[in-house]
């Protein structure tokens, strides 16, 4: 059975075989770029890269898991920075 954050991919991007545990991987070694947190609704937004696309994602605020994945928004400047920050990390790699 698909998970919350797997049909809001399939329905917001495509993505037929989501896998949240690929995004948290992505979060947690820092390769993303965090949009925002709010304490209220215990979460916080981030951009990742996953499969060459550019996600908006939300986690709980302690980033232990997906919740869901927003639709796409056209913020290229946050988009610029997670593309430069994600160059920086394979130049250092």
């Known amino acids: ?5 797997q049909i809001r991919a399939e329905q917001r991007y495509g993505l037929s ?8 991987k ?6 993303c770029i965090q949009v ?5 609704k215990y979460s916080r937004i981030f951009y990742v890269r996953y499969n060459n696309r550019y ?3 939300v986690t709980d ?3 232990s898991f997906v919740k869901t994945v927003l639709p796409e928004a056209n913020d290229f400047n946050l988009l610029e920075k ?3 920050k994600l160059a920086n990390c394979a ?3």
């Open 82 to 84: 997670l593309i430069n």
């Open 61 to 63: 605020y302690n980033v």
């Open 91 to 93: 130049m250092a790699a």
């Open 1 to 5: 059975m698909a998970t919350h954050s």
């Open 36 to 40: 925002e947190e709010n304490l209220e």
């Open 17 to 24: 075989e989501f896998n949240p545990l690929k995004v948290m």
């Open 26 to 31: 992505e979060i947690l070694d820092d390769r």
């Open 55 to 57: 996600l908006k994602v």
